[in-house]
């Protein structure tokens, strides 16, 4: 790709680095209980970095910091004058992730003495770990103030599209040839490699952890035998395609490819109905239709879809089953070969701009690998969620929103560069799939730099109030709409609050998808149960201080850092409303406008989920990636979050399991075109 064809992106970086140091006051907001007009006003103090110059104290000096799972604890030795060793404990972090980044991480901190270095990409909330543990360290031994600073501030003014790597020939030690190569093995890839492998083609599998990631259980179909079978008796589950594709559209403001989506729409049943018969045919899961559209005789202003599909666990199931157990033994019997802890480098073309394979790294003893694919190359990489630079770059907003929590995705963007780097263009917009299902503690905000709680209950209907208490939209509807709504407010945070009487009030909500806690009205199991989620609350998130529980609102006001006077005055506006049984404020629906008038009283501070990044390079109709001029890439396929053209703007979540869904049909679709080659 040529420098003038990715200009826009200078553009947008310069506007992430003005915004980084609003994303960065997130995380500056404990001891401040709410925003009274002082606060509003004044600016945190900040203490400058000191990474040189420093006297020591000779000895050894420990430290801990929160990683994403665990804490991260390091051991720093010094003598008069320097750091002289690092001992560096990220076990309890993310397997092949943050797990490995010790040994880079004291590298770049010894030869530089300071805390403040680049972190490992993909591995950015491990990394601030081990560089606030060394700040510590370096303090304790100084008697210095040190914090850590300047790296990760500046980190979205980077470049982080960067060249492709130049390997030297002599350098690739290792050849290996196959027809069909799937990079990438989560959802997409392992839909990709079974197609291609029963289709009758020679099948590579790269991928650069250990193991395979699972499939998420939401999978979004229009037209499913499994949904026609319950529209016979639920007609309303029906789906016109027409409307669905209308939906998409305006989610995301037109930014899409709509010929793109009607493939998702037009081959998504064929796709579900052939993993229903697998599942069947080997017998530890079934495939169950989430069958439920909401409250038909109070709709509200959003519409909910029944197109959502999960495997579930059948009584002779073995405990310990799982899908990707299911999809190895498929893969097995059709030859599917792997090459597990490699790393895609880059995209390898001819002369005449045709993919022909790749250059990979084997993550084990670091030689370099050139994989060639006589038919083709389906990428299966997934977004940039772990992408610090990237997300700083192209998704500042979507930085300042989050909470980071331990799951997600854990994908870091080097997919979707290998093929801007192979000439890729890229979507004009750029979006994340966001869930109201992360938490922080009362005395912090939300921003990319704190840490909390996964908050299941945080999509249910209740009231919830900015950290000057007070209610700001429906909270009823596509869960995006109420974190955009929440980035309008002070420190993008707000607050759930609810009562005792939370059991009646969540069954009688009516939710669709995976919030849903409660059976589908079609019988079908959803995610979780609500006795499950509850109990977690009541005791770990009581217990760890993340939830707020007290008898009266003023004690809740209080305990959340709100003013007391403003929240009470709000609650109890909120609770005429909901006897009225009219939202004269925001038009909730009637069903969903609940009181909060039973104590105990229960307040959690709220922030985004950040689960997976949305946009990547475009591809066409038959999932070939293409380039500015529209023209294919010949050889390179794409699907899943690498991808682009299907969603911008807003994840439309009330189609429950779209992008899994699209994802699983694209990749269907890829290997299909590639295995007839």
Not at 90 to 96: F, K, L, N
Not at 188 to 206: F, N, R, Y
Not at 224 to 248: G, N, R, V, W, Y
Request: aromatic share 8%; glycine share 10%; charged share 25%.
């Amino acid at each position: 790709m040529e420098k003038g064809q990715i200009s826009r992106r200078t553009f947008i970086k310069g506007i992430a680095a003005g915004a980084v140091s609003v994303a960065a006051l997130g995380g500056i907001q404990a001891g401040e209980y709410f925003l009274d007009e002082k606060a509003k006003n004044s600016k945190p103090a900040v203490t400058p970095t000191v990474s040189s110059g420093l006297t020591f104290t000779p000895g050894e000096y420990t430290a801990t910091a929160r990683g994403i799972n665990s804490d991260v604890t390091v051991t720093c030795t010094f003598d008069e004058t320097s750091m002289t060793d690092i001992v560096i404990d990220v076990s309890g972090e993310t397997p092949d992730i943050g797990a490995v980044i010790g040994d880079e991480m004291r590298e770049k901190i010894l030869s530089s003495q300071s805390c403040d270095v680049d972190g490992v990409s993909g591995a950015t909330i491990t990394s601030d770990a081990v560089k606030t543990a060394v700040a510590d360290c370096m303090s304790q031994a100084s008697g210095t103030t040190v914090t850590v600073g300047g790296a990760g501030e500046s980190a979205g003014a980077t470049d982080w599209l960067g060249t492709a790597p130049e390997i030297a020939e002599d350098e690739i030690t290792e050849t290996l040839d196959t027809e069909v190569l799937v990079v990438g093995c989560g959802s997409g890839g392992w839909i990709a490699a079974m197609t291609a492998a029963e289709e009758g083609a020679k099948v590579l599998v790269v991928e650069k952890r250990e193991t395979p990631t699972g499939i998420r259980h939401d999978i979004g179909a229009i037209g499913s035998k499994l949904q026609l079978e319950t529209e016979k008796k639920f007609p309303e589950f029906a789906i016109d395609k027409m409307e669905a594709l209308q939906e998409i559209v305006r989610y995301g403001s037109g930014y899409v490819d709509s010929d793109l989506i009607k493939v998702w729409i037009n081959e998504s049943a064929e796709m579900v109905d052939w993993l229903t018969d697998m599942f069947d045919a080997e017998g530890s899961f079934r495939m169950d239709h989430e069958g439920g559209v909401g409250n038909l005789d109070d709709p509200g202003r959003d519409k909910g879809y029944a197109t959502g599909h999960s495997p579930n666990l059948t009584e002779n199931a073995p405990e310990d089953a799982t899908t990707e157990m299911v999809f190895q033994k498929i893969c097995d019997e059709h030859g599917v070969e792997w090459k597990l802890s490699t790393a895609l480098v880059k995209i390898e073309l001819d002369d005449a701009g045709k993919a022909t394979g790749i250059l990979a790294q084997d993550q084990t003893d670091e030689h370099y690998i050139r994989i060639n694919a006589s038919k083709g190359i389906i990428m299966a990489t997934g977004g940039y969620c772990t992408n610090t630079d990237m997300m700083l770059a192209l998704q500042p907003m979507t930085m300042e929103m989050k909470i980071n929590v331990p799951l997600g995705s854990t994908a870091d963007g080097s997919g979707i560069k290998a093929m801007l780097w192979a000439g890729a263009q890229l979507d004009p917009t750029h979006a994340s799939m966001m869930f109201n299902r992360a938490s922080c503690l009362p005395t912090e905000t939300a921003g990319y730099k704190t840490n909390g709680k996964w908050f299941w209950f945080g999509e249910q209907p209740f009231l919830k109030v900015n950290l000057n208490g007070k209610r700001f939209c429906n909270e009823s509807g596509p869960y995006e709409f109420m974190l955009h709504s929440m980035y309008m407010q002070p420190y993008h945070t707000y607050c759930d609050i609810f009562d005792s009487n939370s059991k009646k009030y969540a069954e009688q909500f009516d939710e669709v998808g995976c919030c849903r806690l409660f059976p589908f009205p079609n019988g079908a199991p959803s995610n979780r149960d609500f006795d499950s989620v509850w109990d977690q609350l009541m005791t770990e998130f009581v217990d760890e201080g993340y939830l707020v529980k007290a008898d009266t609102l003023e004690e809740l006001a209080e305990g959340l850092g709100l003013p007391v006077e403003d929240f009470v005055a709000t609650v109890e506006r909120y609770n005429e409303l909901c006897k009225k049984g009219v939202d004269e404020d925001y038009g909730k629906e009637k069903h969903r406008m609940t009181p909060v008038d039973q104590a105990p009283f229960f307040g959690i501070r709220t922030g985004a989920w950040h689960l997976t990044t949305l946009n990547g390079c475009r591809i066409n109709t038959d999932m070939q990636v293409i380039k500015e001029d529209g023209s294919p890439i010949e050889g390179l396929y794409a699907t899943g979050d690498c991808t682009g053209g299907f969603f911008a703007t807003t994840y439309p979540n009330l189609m429950t399991g779209l992008a899994c869904g699209r994802t699983m049909t694209f990749a269907r679709h890829a290997a299909k075109q590639l295995a007839k080659k």
